[in-house]
C-alpha cells in the first residue's frame, strides 16, 4: 500500500518537471525573440525596455487593454484551429484568411439577401453560412491533397487568394450596398441583429464561442474515436491504411472542420465587430492564426492562451506607434520572430526527450 | 470584338508576358535550384518582399538602381542562408519555417520599408527592341527590361550546370538521394545550405525587379503571392530551368489579363482577372499532380511531393 502511494508521488513530482521541459522550448523561443526584437529597436534608437513596456500596458495594462485584446483573441482561436485541426492529421494548411474572409462575406449576404429574419434565426443562420462557405473552401484544399496529389500548404493558399479575390470582387460589384462610397461594404446588418458583449466584459460572445469551439476540439481529439483516427492518420498515414481508417474521410472533415471554425471567425466578425462585410475584415487574422497554432503545438487547448498573448501583441501596435512613433507594422516584426524562433528551437526537443527518459527512470529507479 | 481591339489585347499580353514573367522567372530559378538539393522554401515570398524593400531603398540612397539591385541578392542571399542554417539543425521543418520566413520577411520588409513609399527611387533602364517597329503598341510591349535577358541566360546557364557541371550534379545527387551523397562524400548540409541560399540571392533579384522595374515602385501591396506560386510553377516545370523560363511567361501572361483588359476598356470584374495566375496554378497543379504517385524529374528527398 505504501509502495504504491510513494509510486503515485513520485508520478506527482514528476508531472510538473515534464511539463516544463515540454514548455521549456516555447519560453527559450519567445525569449531569444524578445532578445532579438530588442536588438532591433535598439538598431532603430528605440529603448527596448520602454517599448516592451509600453507592448505590455498596451495588451494587458488596462480594462480596455484587456478588451482589445481579447476581442482580437476571439477571432485567433478559431483561424488557429484552422491550422491546428488539418495538423493532426498531418497537413499543413495556411489558408486561413481566404476561408475567413468568404465566412464574414457569406455572413454579411445574409443582411441582404434576407433582411427581415427575426434575429433568433438570423446570427445562428450567419454563423452557420459561415461555417459552412468557410468549410467548404478549405475542406477543397483537403479533397485536392487526398484525390490530386497536390500539395495542401500550396493549394490552400492559392485558394486563399481566390477567395480573397471573389470577396473584393462581391463586395465592390453585386453585393455592395451603393450608400457606402469610400469604403465599399455589403448593407449593413440591422441594429438588432449585432452581436452584444458578454455581461459585465466588453468583449463580444466570439471570444466565448471561441474559447468553447478550442476546448471541443481538445475533447474531440483526446477523448473521441474519430479524434484518435486522426492522431493516427497525422502519425503514420500507412498504419492508418492498414488499419483499415477511412483516411480521406478523416483529412478532409478535419479540413472542413478547420475551414468551418476560420467562416464562424469571419461570420462573428462582420456580427460584432464591422456590422457588414469590408475589407477591414482581410486584417491578418488568418496568417497570425498559423502563428498562434504553432505555438500551441496544434493543441486546441493552448491555443486559447496563445491567441490571447497574440492578440495582446496586435493590441499593442497602436500605443507603440502613437508613443514611439513606430510603424504599425513593429508587432508583424515581433510576430514573425517569434514564429522563426519557435520553429528552430524545435531542434531541442529532441535533446529534451532523452532527457525526459532519463528523468523518468531516475524516478523508476527510485521505486 | 473588333480585330484591332484583339490585336491590342494579344500584343498587351505578349508584352505583359515579359514584364510581368520575369519576376516568376528569378524566383522559380530560385525555387528550382532549392528543390534540387532536396528542400522547400516557402519563404521566398518573405524574400521577394525583402529584397523588393532593400532593392528600392539603396536605389533611392545611393542613386544608382544597380547598387539596389546588388543589395537586394545579398539580402535574398543572407536569408536563403539562414533558412538553409536553420532548417539543417535536427527536427526541423522547412516547410514551417518557409511560413515563418515568409511572415518575419513581410514585417521587417513592411517595417523598415515604410520611409520610402513616398519618395522615387532611379529604375533600372530598358532596352527598346522595336524602337524599328512604327506601331507603338509593340513598341511598348518590347521595351524590355534589362533583367529578362539576364533571366533568359541564367536559365540557359543553369539547364547547362545542372546537367553537366560537376557541383550541378553533386547538387542533384544530394536533392535525390542523401544516402548515396553521402556514401561518396559530399557534404549533405553544406551543398542544401549553399543551395538555399543562392536560391534567396535570386528571389531577391525577382524582388528588386518589382521594385525597380515594373510596377517600379514600393508599396506595401507589391507582391501579390509571387513567391509561393513560384513553388508551384517549379513543380509545373518538373525541376527544369528551361521550364521554369516557359511557366513564368505563362504566368506572366495570365498576370497581364486584367491590366491588359482594362487597356481596351474592359474593366468590371479586374479582381477576377487579376486572380487568374492563381486560377492557373491551381488548374496546372491539379492537372499535373497525382496522388500517392511522384512526378518524373521530382528530387527524391523533397518533402513537398511525398
Known amino acids: 500500500m505504501s509502495e504504491l502511494l510513494r509510486e503515485r508521488a513520485l508520478v506527482l513530482m514528476r508531472a510538473p518537471g515534464s511539463f516544463a521541459l515540454a514548455a521549456l522550448p516555447t519560453l527559450l523561443a519567445v525569449c531569444s525573440a524578445l532578445a532579438m526584437f530588442s536588438l532591433f529597436l535598439l538598431a532603430q ?5 520602454e517599448a516592451l513596456r509600453l507592448m505590455f500596458k498596451g495588451a494587458f495594462g488596462s480594462s480596455f487593454a484587456w478588451a482589445n485584446s481579447l476581442q482580437r483573441a476571439a477571432p485567433l482561436m478559431l483561424t488557429a484551429l484552422c491550422v491546428a485541426l488539418p495538423a493532426r492529421a498531418g497537413l499543413v494548411v495556411i489558408g ?23 434575429v433568433k434565426a438570423a446570427v445562428p443562420l450567419m454563423v452557420l453560412m459561415g461555417a459552412l462557405i468557410g468549410g467548404l473552401w478549405i475542406a477543397f484544399a483537403g479533397m485536392l491533397r487526398q484525390w490530386r496529389g497536390v500539395n495542401e500548404t500550396i493549394g490552400s493558399l492559392l485558394l486563399s487568394y481566390l477567395g480573397i479575390a471573389l470577396f473584393n470582387h462581391l463586395v465592390e460589384g453585386a453585393l455592395r450596398d451603393p450608400a457606402s462610397l469610400n469604403k465599399p461594404s455589403t448593407l449593413p446588418l440591422p441594429e438588432s441583429w449585432m452581436v452584444g458583449a458578454m455581461p459585465g466584459l466588453e468583449v463580444h460572445w466570439g471570444f466565448a464561442f471561441g474559447a468553447a469551439a478550442c476546448v471541443l476540439a481538445w475533447i474531440f481529439l483526446r477523448w473521441s474515436v474519430p479524434g484518435f483516427a486522426l492522431n493516427v492518420v497525422g502519425g503514420n498515414v500507412n498504419v492508418a491504411r492498414l488499419v483499415g481508417l477511412p483516411v480521406d474521410r478523416l483529412v478532409i472533415g478535419a479540413c472542413f472542420a478547420g475551414g468551418a471554425a476560420a467562416g464562424i471567425a469571419g461570420a462573428f466578425e462582420v456580427a460584432a465587430v464591422q456590422g457588414s462585410a469590408n475589407a477591414s475584415l482581410l486584417s491578418g487574422y488568418g496568417y497570425a492564426g498559423i502563428l498562434v497554432a504553432f505555438a500551441a503545438r496544434q493543441n486546441p487547448l493552448a491555443v486559447i492562451v496563445c491567441a490571447v498573448l497574440v492578440g495582446g501583441i496586435g493590441a499593442s501596435g497602436s500605443l507603440l506607434q502613437r508613443r514611439l512613433g513606430l510603424p504599425d507594422a513593429a508587432t508583424l516584426v515581433l510576430q514573425g520572430l517569434i514564429f522563426a524562433n519557435l520553429l528552430a528551437w524545435e531542434a531541442l526537443q529532441g535533446r529534451l526527450a532523452n532527457w525526459q527518459l532519463r528523468l523518468s527512470s531516475l524516478g523508476a529507479r527510485d521505486v | 470584338m473588333s480585330e484591332a481591339v484583339v490585336s491590342t489585347l494579344a500584343i498587351g499580353m505578349i508584352g505583359g508576358a515579359i514584364r510581368v514573367g520575369t519576376p516568376y522567372l528569378f524566383v522559380s530559378l530560385g525555387e528550382c535550384i532549392t528543390e534540387k538539393g532536396g528542400r522547400v522554401n516557402l519563404g521566398l ?22 547598387i539596389g539591385l546588388l543589395c537586394a541578392a545579398a539580402m535574398g542571399l543572407c536569408m536563403g542562408l539562414l533558412h538553409g542554417l536553420i532548417c539543417s539543425l535536427p527536427r526541423v521543418n522547412d516547410i514551417a519555417f518557409g511560413i515563418g520566413l515568409m511572415l518575419l520577411g513581410t514585417g521587417l520588409a513592411f517595417f523598415l520599408g515604410k520611409g520610402f513609399i513616398q519618395p522615387q527611387a532611379p529604375q533600372l ?22 533583367l529578362f535577358p539576364i533571366g533568359v541566360l541564367l536559365s540557359l546557364l543553369l539547364h547547362w550546370g545542372l546537367r553537366s557541371t560537376r557541383p550541378g550534379l553533386a547538387l542533384r545527387l544530394v536533392g535525390d538521394h542523401e544516402g548515396t551523397a553521402r556514401a561518396l562524400g559530399y557534404p549533405v548540409a553544406t551543398v542544401r545550405i549553399i543551395a538555399t541560399a543562392v536560391g534567396g540571392a535570386f528571389a531577391g533579384v525577382g524582388g528588386a525587379y518589382l521594385s525597380l522595374c515594373y510596377p517600379g515602385s514600393w508599396s506595401e501591396g507589391l507582391s501579390s503571392g509571387q513567391g509561393i506560386m513560384a513553388v508551384a510553377l517549379v513543380i509545373f516545370a518538373r525541376w527544369r530551368p528551361l521550364g521554369c523560363l516557359a511557366a513564368a511567361m505563362l504566368f506572366g501572361a495570365a498576370g497581364a489579363l486584367g491590366p491588359a483588359l482594362q487597356s481596351i476598356g474592359i474593366s468590371s470584374g479586374y479582381h477576377l482577372f487579376n486572380a487568374a495566375p492563381y486560377a492557373l496554378t491551381l488548374a496546372i497543379m491539379i492537372a499535373s499532380c497525382r496522388p500517392r504517385q511522384t512526378l518524373g524529374g521530382t528530387p527524391g528527398e523533397l518533402s513537398l511531393t511525398r
Open chain 2, 45 to 66: 515570398e518573405g524574400i521577394l518582399v525583402m529584397g523588393a524593400m532593400s532593392g528600392y531603398a539603396l536605389s533611392y540612397l545611393s542613386g544608382s538602381p544597380w
Open chain 2, 125 to 146: 533602364p530598358a532596352l527598346s527592341l522595336g524602337s524599328f517597329i512604327a506601331d507603338p503598341r509593340w513598341r511598348s510591349a518590347l521595351s524590355i527590361n534589362a
Open chain 1, 45 to 49: 534608437d528605440v529603448s527596448p525596455l
Open chain 1, 96 to 118: 486561413g484568411e481566404g476561408a475567413l474572409a468568404l465566412g464574414g462575406l457569406a455572413a454579411g449576404s445574409v443582411a441582404v439577401m434576407a433582411p427581415s429574419l427575426a
